[in-house]
């Protein structure tokens, strides 16, 4: 008995040292090849058409970004994947995620415990009536097309670029907070390590590439969808063309966001 | 439960605020920079009272309100460049400015009036400085020499175009003033996603408080200096800053609750939040302060010194601590607009808490040191401007 049981470990080593051996020589072999143009290769395209672009835009598309709230489910996946995406300093947030709860006397309690980057694990346990309903609402940036923080930006850091995103040159940002003030939507501020104006991109170096933004990427419920308005087999397109219950956050700011929201609710600012 | 403690408990449950709204981008920097660019332009507008509208009994500030005025402009940009995240690239506002911003506009707008201030001052005080560089030697000779820009020529003639170019540059220097000051406002009023600053009445509140905080600051430094130097106060002057500092205060005063009673009477969607700053983590440095202290006992005190007829040595004393008080009281005013505007969530559900530091970058110890250095350059600048026109040769010398 114990001799087949030292048979098993010696067997289990001699794979263990296989195993090493292996994984040195591939890791190796990975330091010598050029990692990233094996990696976009080997990746499908994500939005469709977007590597025949070339050109510092992007031509032809409009690109939306839809959020569905009656998917979403508060895990803080895409809190996650944005912080590991961007190394987000700490009480600085890209994107976060919102509960709403509304008790039987209609008043609303929200809150985002670190931005909802540990998921919303536990009910609400503080609250004085019944409960009668409750939501998440992801946020991130609203891509205006009549941006406030461009328009304040007194150095033309923040630029909205011809394929309608809104970017900041931190080549350029003097830190002077104008846009954090003007942004209706409270997606801005000033990076605690480069001293200058942040936010969420809608990740325009993965798109640029083909790829989802990534936190749509890892939404497990798909309710963050990204798209192509000018493909009409896009989900975003057929979303916004059909009859849903679509509409997008402070409309009477008059900054017409990109960024559209399913299921949007009156209590939702 | 009771329904007012459930109420209650509501209120206190749905405090909330946008995570990125926490921290306070905008703090003790961005409230002295209002602050000390009002005093300027205050004191520019005293100036301009004697030089334009001829208000004779203040010719004996006329020079002087220059000069203070100078001295706080010297460092009106000290705060921003402390605040700035990238003080380095400070000047990419003027050489590559958006054209859309308001912000972008300051640089212009404030080295223009820098020049015209300058200018006026070297032009006005000209007969003075050719007088010194007459008397002194050495390094004072030659810094008088370049004050005066290497003329000594004080024929009537020459005296005559000095006075058209002084009365040229106060005239245009007014509404650069104003527009200064307006637009300071204009930062601040045209952000249109903070319900407290998004009004027009920004930019005028800022204009008259900025001439009640020039004018108080005049009173109360020449009454110090004077005393101090143990030298005669003109009464006459004191008593006409003191209406003029009511006048201006009236309005300034009356435009301010203005602004909160649109507010409260148009009760719009922003109201309940607004309402929920002021009674909460403004109402002592709002209500209390600005308002109930500050405000009220100067506004009454005002009254009483430019109506009733009171010895000059109550007016002196109450003229002084009134016109501190109204320093407080403007002080405490860019507190509440730029610190409470940002305390208020964009979330409409909640308010933030602000406690400056002491020894941060743009902490208490750093504000006091941006405060002193203009006190500090008023003192060196009095020694190559003489303030008063009983220490000035060139008065002297025509009397003589």
Same mark, same amino acid.
């Given at each position: 008995m114990i001799k087949s049981i030292e048979k098993e470990i010696s067997l289990d080593r001699r794979a263990f040292i296989k195993k090493v051996l292996g994984g040195t !020589?591939?890791?190796?072999?990975?330091?010598? !090849?050029?990692a990233g143009a094996m990696e976009l290769e080997h990746i499908p395209e994500q939005i469709p058409g977007m590597r025949k672009e070339i050109g510092p835009f992007i031509t032809g598309k409009k690109f939306a970004f839809i959020v569905d709230i009656t998917r979403c489910i508060g895990c803080g996946s895409c809190c996650v994947a944005d912080k590991n995406e961007y190394q987000v300093p700490d009480g600085n947030y890209r994107t976060w995620?919102?509960?709403y709860v509304i008790d039987d006397k209609d008043n609303v309690y929200v809150d985002s415990p670190n931005g909802g980057l540990d998921g919303y694990q536990k009910p609400r346990k503080d609250l004085p009536y019944p409960v009668r309903d409750t939501f998440f609402v992801p946020k991130l940036c609203n891509m205006c097309e009549h941006p406030s923080c461009v328009q304040v930006c007194p150095v033309g850091a923040t630029f909205q670029t011809d394929d309608g995103f809104v970017l900041i040159d931190d080549k350029r940002c003097v830190g002077c907070g104008y846009c954090v003030q003007a942004c209706p939507y409270s997606v801005r501020f000033i990076n605690p390590k480069t001293h200058t104006a942040d936010k969420c991109t809608w990740c325009y170096h993965r798109v640029r590439k083909g790829l989802l933004p990534a936190c749509v990427n890892v939404c497990p419920v798909q309710a963050r969808k990204f798209g192509d308005l000018n493909d009409h087999e896009s989900e975003v397109y057929k979303i916004l063309h059909q009859p849903h219950v679509v509409s997008v956050l402070k409309p009477d700011m008059g900054n017409k966001p990109s960024l559209h929201y399913v299921g949007l609710r009156r209590e939702v600012v | 439960m009771s329904p007012e403690h459930g109420a209650a408990v509501a209120t206190a449950l749905t405090n909330f605020v946008f995570p990125n709204d926490l921290h306070?981008? /905008?703090?003790?920097m961005i409230v002295l920079y209002p602050y000390i660019t009002g005093i300027v332009a205050g004191a520019f507008i005293v100036s301009s009272l004697y030089h334009v509208f001829h208000i004779e009994s203040l010719k004996p500030v006329s020079r002087y309100a220059l000069i203070f005025a100078l001295a706080f402009l010297a460092f009106a940009t000290a705060p921003l460049l402390i605040h700035l995240g990238h003080p380095e690239r400070a000047m990419n506002m003027m050489l590559t400015p958006s054209p859309t911003s308001a912000m972008a506009g300051f640089g212009y707008i404030y080295s223009a009036y820098a020049v015209v201030l300058i200018l006026e001052i070297l032009f006005i005080y000209r007969p003075t400085l050719v007088a010194l560089k007459q008397k002194s030697t050495g390094?004072?000779?030659?810094?008088?020499?370049l004050l005066t820009l290497g003329s000594d020529n004080l024929s009537p003639e020459a005296l005559r175009v000095d006075h058209k170019i002084t009365a040229f540059l106060a005239a245009i220097g007014i509404p650069m003033a104003c527009t200064l000051h307006g637009y300071v406002g204009f930062i601040f009023g045209g952000v249109k996603a903070n319900p407290m600053w998004a009004t027009p009445l920004m930019p005028v509140i800022f204009l008259l408080s900025a001439s009640v905080s020039g004018i108080a600051g005049i009173i109360f430094s020449y009454v110090l200096i004077k005393r101090y130097t143990g030298k005669s106060i003109d009464m006459d002057c004191i008593r006409t800053l003191i209406k003029f500092l009511w006048g201006c205060f009236i309005l300034d005063f009356v435009f301010e609750m203005l602004e909160l009673f649109s507010h409260a009477y148009m009760?719009?969607?922003? /109201?309940?939040?607004?309402?929920?700053?002021?009674?909460?983590?403004?109402?002592?440095?709002?209500?209390?302060?600005?308002?109930?202290i500050f405000s009220v006992i100067p506004f009454i005190g005002l009254g009483i010194l430019s109506l009733v007829k009171l010895s000059d040595k109550i007016v002196m004393k109450w003229g002084t601590i009134l016109s501190f008080m109204i320093l407080v009281q403007v002080l405490l005013m860019r507190w509440n607009v730029v610190i409470g505007g940002q305390l208020m969530s964009k979330?409409?559900?909640?308010h933030a808490v602000f406690h400056p530091g002491w020894f941060t970058k743009e902490g208490i110890i750093v504000s006091i040191i941006i405060m002193i250095l203009p006190i500090a350059l008023l003192w060196l600048l009095s020694k190559v401007f003489p303030f008063w026109l009983d220490d000035d040769p060139a008065v002297e010398r025509q009397s003589a």
């Open positions: !020589i591939a890791g190796s072999l990975l330091l010598v !090849i050029p995620v919102e509960r | 306070v981008h /905008w703090s003790l390094g004072m000779k030659f810094l008088y020499y009760a719009t969607h922003h /109201w309940e939040a607004l309402r929920d700053l002021y009674v909460g983590p403004l109402y002592w440095s709002f209500i209390v302060a600005q308002v109930g979330s409409e559900r909640g």
